[in-house]
């Protein structure tokens, strides 16, 4: 047997008061489906540490009955579970508090995805688990593939079943391993008709649906495909952490280039393909040099990162002066093993004069990189120099001010020349080339490098007034000076390219600081938001509206900031609410829109809708949809905490009006009950001495069990809303139930006749006889009630394979489809209802039904006739003599 260990409310306060420095490590023990031994796998491995000498405990254990679980479980402590009892059902749950009070270096936690009851501290366990990591516990654990948030489509497309428990999938990229417990289809199914999974009936129809042999064979390559790239993701963490250069090449992983040129698509495309035929993965990164792109340009870009996130790509944006040094950097960091560059159109000439032999360069430093040279599609296309930098109005300005110094330069020689030679002239020329350096771009620089040669050399190297060069010494210093001209020009022009990006970054950091000041300091959503949109305003220089849904999920009337929305733009912004993705202007949807839309989402949905109204002579650059992008993230996390605190002060408020509720019921319950019985018992002893007053007596006794009834009606509400309900199930028979029921009822309604057809298999329930009376007490009494005199009510009992139904059916006006709901909610009467009654009967019902484990239904009858049919549908086991209770998981 496993010790029982009990939390020491000591300990709990010191656990709570000094929560350990360091995180836990949490190990997924995953499985493609039930049954594989996720669970045996877990506690083997608990042994094994107990045994090296850690202190392990079982936070919470699923054995389903099966002996071998059961038996490698012996040895380890085990935390006593907590019961918790919400609508009359006891439910027993982990303890949280008891394991972060006995804090043990391991805790044994089965079942991630289980969702907890609706009255503990986290609705679902993997956030219990969260709770001990951050304790510095470490947690070992059990999930399978169907459970995960991203695979949960797939899995429910493959085997048709619903998933409705989910773990998210920071979950598992939190965890520090993971061990995939793996067995073949013919394996698991070979363990399933054993009877090692499911029991008798249910594993025949588990075997006819979810576990079929193309099912279990899907289930287990997505299985196999996510530990792959969980391992794949460790390892590049390793190898930044540890700065190894890399590659290991323990699976493919492709980078391709991605900038404005329109052959950008086509490569994407291929990597793509190539990644898909060898089950690889790929990256998609844009090297920023901090050269501007004109419009159309930057919309090529956008749209090529747009298609390589559509195709599955990673897409990583970086900066960097140096292409090929930026894609090798990006490239070792993240294990590529195969870089994708498009073969070089450019004159072999040109290439050599400028430099920009991007293949040249990676094919020299790559290393242990593959490169892979494509050609680009047949399009007509022929090499030509890339003039559209000298197509720029500022190239020309540029170009107007470096002739100018020039032209200075050149007087100034002119009159120093008899004192100070040609040859210091040169050097006067490359000091203006060097100044000139500092305020013009490259193409501007170049040109006025090499209008300075040309004029230093016709005016005044000898002989002047011409091209030619006499001596020798005066031809090396002329093209000594051409190129320490060019390349001083080069340098000092990347420097400033490399200055323009640090300010950036700068700008980008301090509007991210003073972003989040914004969304910190204000108390109250509202003021919060129009800070963050008095921010966004003064960072892009445009209108930013901010709209969040309303109750129902629709955008509320107006903007919660910002300025109101027309019908077109609140249509657009609707749009994005519900999709979740970007629309409007710079977008391939509704780009007519003058607003740019973006959504605001978290992890778990889309809470509201950021809108930015750039001027019409204005486009958005690159970095600032980035950095627009990264205010929505944290718009959204700002918006989804300011609702998680309102939800806590709500939830707050509601269990201290129930508490409130609950006392007021139970002191008034209490207090009529007590003269109730006296005026009753009273009545009765009249009744035998006073004869003559038989009429009134009995009214009096009519009159005190109505009351008697509602008073005990309020008790039974006080004792559903407390969970003080705990159904004691025995075998009994049905028919004494009924007739009892019936019996209790029956003064109440004299004139009425209570058909009872109860078939034979179902006589015998294993159940809450009280519970279950009382139900029916108050289904047959508000039958009788609100149906006409002298109309009976029928009461019948089924057996349906695994479940026993009980209907109450009566020949009363019916109730309409639209209010059958409505009538089991507390104190609500029908419109047409006689006077007299709160309206609890319903509701005690199908409170008391619940706790039985069953349910409670409204329809027509089914006959057609008038009238209405209550339906109570409980579970039945198979025979009072044994009582099997087949597994449902590891």
Known sequence: MSEELRPDPDALLAAIASPASGEGQLKIFLGMCPGVGKTYAMLLAGQTRQEEGVEVVIGVLETHGRVETTAVAAGLPRIPLKPITHRGVTLAEMDLDAILARRPQLA????????????????????????????????????????????????????????HETVPDSVIDRADEIELIDLTPEQLRKRLDEGKVYLGDRAAAAAANFFREGNLRALREIALRLTAEKADRDLRAYLRARRIAGPFRSRERFLVAVGASPFSGQLIRLARRAASTVHGTWIAVHIDTGQPLDPAGTARLEAHLALARSLGAEVILTSGTNIADAILRVAAENNVTQILVGKPLGHPLWELLTGRSLVNRLIRRSGDIDITVVRAEKSGHRWRPDFAALRRPSFWRELGL?????????LLGVLLLPAIGYSTVGLIYLLTILLCATALSQAAILATAALSALVWNFLFIPPIFTFRIGGADDVVLFVMYFVVALVTGQLHARLRLRERAERRREEQTRALYQFSRALTEPAGLPATMAAAAASLRAIFAADVAICL???????????????ALNERERAVAEWVLARGEPAGRFTHTLPQSPGFHLPLRTADATTGVLVLFVPANRSLRLEERQM??????????????HRLHESAARAEVEERSRQLQKSLLDSVSHELRTPLAVIAASAQRLSTSAPDEEGLLDEILTATRRLARVVNNLLSLTRLESGSVQPRP???????????????????????????????????????????????????????????????????ARRHGDTVTLTVS???????????????????????????????????????VEALGGTLTLAARPDGAAGSTFTVTLPASPAPAHEISPPSGD
């Open 108 to 163: 044994l936690v089965d079942e991630l995805a289980h969702s907890n009851a609706v009255t503990s501290r986290h609705p679902k366990r993997w956030q219990d688990v969260m709770e001990l990591l951050k304790a510095g516990i470490d947690v070992y654990t059990t999930l399978n593939i169907q459970h995960i948030e991203s695979q949960r489509d797939v899995v429910r497309q493959i085997t048709g079943a619903p998933v």
């Open 402 to 410: 470096g002739t100018l110094a020039v032209l200075a330069t050149t």
């Open 549 to 563: 849904p309303a109750a129902d999920g629709r955008l509320s009337g107006e903007p919660i900031a910002g300025p």
């Open 628 to 641: 627009l992008e990264t205010f929505a993230a944290q718009l959204a996390v700002a918006v989804e905490r």
């Open 730 to 796: 025995e075998w009994c028979d049905l028919t004494d139930i009924v007739d009892q029921a019936v019996t209790a009822v029956r003064p109440d309604a004299p004139d009425r006749a209570f058909p009872i057809t109860i078939a034979p298999d179902a006589a015998t329930l294993r159940v809450d006889a009280g519970l279950l009376e009382e139900t029916l007490r108050n289904l047959i009494r508000n039958a009788a009630q609100h149906t006409p005199v002298g109309t009976p009510v029928e009461i019948t």
């Open 810 to 848: 009566d020949h009363g006006p019916g109730i309409p489809p639209s209010r059958r709901d409505a009538v089991f909610a507390k104190f609500v009467r029908g419109p047409d209802a006689r006077p007299g009654g709160l309206g609890m009967g319903l509701a005690l019902a199908r409170g008391f």
